[in-house]
């Protein structure tokens, strides 16, 4: 059948899925594949994440390989060629930074989160498409949709799974039986967007029949145009003491030239002896050093009338973000936030007076004494208007003036 | 200030070392808090006259820690700070000695920033796990989530974001995406 125009698609679809619904209500004890599916996103939505998550991460590839790359930003940067690759990661899932250390003892901070949680925001966040936007500032999007108001388990993360995923997106076709990756029963489902929307990725699941979990998901897409490549990546699921945890997967790349087959690419991992620490250290997640020279001599020493105050600007664009330090403190506080914040708009630190490469200012330095070195280096350095303040801990009184 | 487009107040200040109902409720806190006092008080008169001299008794007070998680660059830079004539006489004024001029000044400019842009992100923990009874943590963060809760209320576009597993003194580092997510939020609804 060939569909005219997107609505007249858009009102099949809804009469096919009014007909599914009741044919799914008439036959329960054969459920529609749609239905299937449905019951697993919504098993799905709500799972336990432990705070911590310590792992031992394999890799091995077959002409393909992935090494941490930090600059200009962080991400898994994909490279030709055959590798064997080991990391001990130790992730913390409230914001999923995460330590990795080779097998030569050499740390790296990166974004990274074993559980289900993680592979569902990747799901919201485009992972193949949108990849080349891999160092553009994250997208301020609205939190999560909620569609449970059960919170009494502050493990349990309600994470909008039906929304994101469900079976209003995806069109839902039955593959029958196949079996999980951890060798359990399950039912193999093939996914299609209900709107060909290229950023809907989710081509296959696996259900584990006995849990009514996602075992296994396939993300697929089409990239480039004349060379393109089919990428396709799978994540395993299983249950690790009582979390649905990754426990491996593979991502495979099959380069076509104006659609002949040019190679084909496979890496695959497994994540072992993975483990749930109640807590770790804050160094433990603590960002690896930047560069130290902006803070080791004075960035641009501005007079503001006989006494000089270093000021250090990065970025262009408004606002200009004024960042204020904390007491005792000096531009150096802000040396892991700024480099961040330079890539959105125009971010400026200094050293109050005393502090740093900043000269030193009359006694008492009370707030009314501050400010008005803040208003004078603004004035004298000419920053931009408008202003975001940020200040940190006593530099927030000052912002308040 | 004219032409502000947001705020954005980072763990802020507290006056916990300062306030009876802190040292009621956190003796161990409240000792640790005047010891410091005591040793910025010392360091300050010494810095006064003169820069501190490496390797003198007060150097050994005076001189900040090495971090281990700082470039030796940075430790460098810092170590030579505090030993700088008058960095210590001016931290002292700034953080104590001036301390009630300024809130003096906070309470009298006091006002309201309308529909101002505005985010607070707070830490899990004002103090590290561990280094304080669990009693005296939980008072301590009792005490100062009451306590912040109007500074939020400042704008009527006030916010509150929470920065787990992070602490007080090490929220900019550790929890730098937190902290950088928030400002961004702040810039793009300007």
Redesign the interface.
């Known amino acids: 059948m060939i569909y005219r125009n997107a609505l007249v698609r858009l009102l099949v679809g809804l009469l096919v899925a009014i007909l599914v619904g009741s044919v799914s209500a008439s036959a329960q004890e054969t459920p529609s594949a749609t239905e299937f599916y449905r019951r697993a996103v919504v098993t799905m939505n709500e799972l336990p994440e432990p705070?911590f998550i310590a792992f031992r991460y394999e890799g091995t590839g077959a002409g393909l390989r992935i090494d941490l790359a930090t600059e200009p930003c962080e991400f898994f940067r994909w490279k030709l060629g055959d590798a064997r690759t080991e990391w001990r990661i130790k992730s913390?899932t409230?914001?999923a930074?995460a330590e990795f250390v080779d097998t030569a003892g050499n740390r790296t901070m990166m974004h990274f989160n074993p559980s289900w949680v993680q592979t569902y925001r990747q799901l919201r966040s485009k992972p193949l498409r949108d990849a080349h936007d891999m160092c553009a500032?994250?997208s301020?999007r609205p939190p999560d949709p909620i569609t449970s108001d059960r919170k009494s388990d502050p493990a349990v993360k309600t994470i909008g799974t039906v929304l994101a995923i469900g079976p209003g997106i995806y069109r839902v076709e039955d593959r029958g039986s196949a079996a999980c990756p951890n060798g359990h029963a399950g039912h193999a489902l093939h996914l299609s967007s209900r709107t060909h929307d290229p950023h809907h990725e989710l081509t296959d699941v696996i259900v584990e029949v006995s849990s009514m979990r996602f075992c296994m998901v396939r993300f697929g897409t089409r990239l480039g145009v004349g060379f393109t490549s089919d990428a396709t990546n799978e994540h395993y699921f299983a249950d690790v003491g009582g979390y649905w945890m990754q426990t491996g997967g593979q991502a495979e790349f099959a380069g076509r030239i104006v659609g002949v087959a040019s190679g084909h690419r496979v890496w695959r991992y497994q994540f072992v002896d993975i483990q749930f620490p109640t807590?770790l250290p804050?160094?433990t997640?603590?960002?690896t050093?930047t560069d130290?020279?902006p803070?080791?001599h004075p960035q641009r020493l501005v007079d503001i009338g006989g006494r000089k105050l270093n000021l250090y600007c990065t970025g262009t664009g408004l606002?200009t973000?004024i960042l204020e330090a904390?007491?005792?403190e000096?531009s150096?506080?802000?040396?892991?936030?700024q480099p961040?914040?330079t890539k959105?708009?125009r971010t400026c630190s200094y050293d109050?007076?005393?502090?740093?490469f900043s000269g030193?200012?009359p006694?008492?330095?009370?707030?009314?004494?501050?400010v008005g070195d803040l208003?004078a280096l603004i004035a004298a350095a000419g920053i931009p208007?408008?202003?975001?303040?940020?200040?940190?801990?006593?530099?927030?009184?000052y912002?308040?003036? | 200030?004219?032409?502000?487009?947001?705020?954005?107040?980072?763990?802020?200040?507290f006056e916990g070392n300062q306030e009876a109902r802190v040292d009621a409720a956190a003796p161990m806190f409240a000792r640790n808090a005047v010891h410091q006092i005591a040793v910025a008080k010392s360091c300050s008169a010494a810095s006064e006259n003169g820069p501190i001299l490496p390797g003198s008794p007060l150097s050994a007070t005076c001189v900040v820690p090495a971090d281990p998680?700082?470039?030796q660059?940075?430790n460098?830079?810092?170590r030579a700070?505090s030993l700088r004539a008058?960095?210590w006489?001016?931290?002292y004024?700034?953080?104590l000695?001036?301390i009630p001029?300024?809130?003096e000044?906070?309470r009298t400019?006091q006002r309201s920033y309308g529909a101002l842009?505005l985010a607070m992100v707070t830490a899990e923990n004002i103090v590290?796990?561990g280094a304080f009874p669990p009693a005296e943590e939980r008072s301590i963060g009792e005490i100062m989530r009451a306590r912040r809760l109007p500074?939020m209320q400042?704008s009527s576009r006030g916010y509150q974001v929470e920065?787990?597993?992070?602490?007080?003194g090490?929220?900019?580092?550790?929890?730098?995406?937190?902290?950088?997510?928030a400002?961004?939020?702040?810039?793009?609804v300007?």
């Open positions: 705070p913390r409230s914001d930074r500032p994250p301020l807590s804050a160094a997640f603590a960002p050093a130290p020279s803070y080791t606002p973000v904390g007491g005792g000096s150096l506080d802000w040396r892991f936030v961040q914040l959105t708009t109050r007076a005393g502090y740093g030193r200012g006694l008492p330095r009370d707030a009314a004494a501050t208003h208007k408008p202003f975001v303040l940020v200040g940190y801990s006593n530099g927030e009184l912002s308040r003036l | 200030m004219s032409e502000l487009g947001g705020l954005v107040f980072v763990e802020p200040a998680l700082l470039p660059a940075l460098d830079m810092l700070q008058g960095w006489t001016d931290s004024s700034e953080n000695t001036a001029l300024t809130l000044e906070i400019e842009p590290p796990p500074l400042l920065a787990r597993g992070c602490s007080h090490d929220i900019v580092s550790d929890c730098a995406d937190t902290v950088v997510d400002i961004r939020a702040v810039v793009a300007r």
